[in-house]
């Protein structure tokens, strides 16, 4: 098994194999506590006006997500775990767009097989990994916003590819590191309102969830499909 370590939107172009596209602040560690509350449906997409269309074109379904962190106008909810921690989301179909985690989905167009990266399910990811004991993983940190490498992310790669070659991982000095760098923003007073200093916990509950969450196509949209592990 060759692991690779990709970064942004050109790892995403360049990831082949099984791929995981990693989003640890916030967008796949919000899909997983979405996905657990079983919608119906959730499907990423990279275009904005896409999600729109979408939302004008089905009155029921559920916008969420961000840009520049905040919530756009006319969404239902930001890409926080806490602002949706306590709602219901049972049979509903939610439309999910955000800066860099749906951007990798969408274009990791020479993955054999997508799912997304975070640490509240990198345990099932591994499971899953081993599983299927592909000739190539590329594990794709999309940073901050695509623009540059974020911390998270990057442990977030390395705690996986470390655990599939059966090495240690120190996560206790990982989550620390990230506390005092790519964090910081979480604990920006001037933030609260769209990035809760609480997300920090919720994206960083190792192992919180047995499942993954693979993309899978239908009709020229993607569509998250949860596989317990």
């Not at 919608?39 to 269309?53: E, M, Q, T």
């Amino acid at each position: 098994m060759e692991i690779r370590i990709l970064h942004l939107l050109e790892g995403a172009k360049q990831a082949q194999g099984l791929t995981v596209v990693i989003d640890v602040f916030r967008a796949f560690s919000l899909a997983c506590y979405l996905a657990d509350k079983n919608p119906l449906d959730i499907i990423p997409v990279s275009d904005i006006d896409l999600a729109y269309k979408l939302k004008s074109d089905h009155p029921d379904y559920i916008l969420i997500g961000e840009r520049g962190e905040r919530v756009p106008e006319g969404f239902d909810y930001g890409n926080s775990p806490t602002h949706i921690l306590n709602q219901d989301f049972f049979k509903k179909t939610i439309i999910h767009t955000t800066s860099a985690g749906t951007q990798g989905l969408v274009n990791a167009i020479g993955a054999d097989n997508c799912i997304t990266g975070s640490f509240v399910n990198a345990d099932a990811i591994i499971r899953y990994i081993n599983n299927e004991n592909p000739e190539i993983v590329s594990l794709v940190c999309m940073g901050y916003s695509m623009i540059h490498p974020s911390e998270e992310d990057t442990f977030c790669a390395e705690y996986i590819k470390a655990k599939l070659e059966g090495k240690d991982f120190n996560y206790v000095q990982a989550k620390e590191i990230i506390r005092n760098t790519s964090a910081i923003r979480l604990f920006n007073p001037e933030n609260q309102d769209f990035s809760p200093s609480s997300d920090f916990d919720l994206c960083l509950d190792l192992g919180k969830f047995s499942f993954v969450l693979k993309a899978e196509k239908e009709n020229n949209l993607l569509h998250l499909k949860k596989i317990e592990v």
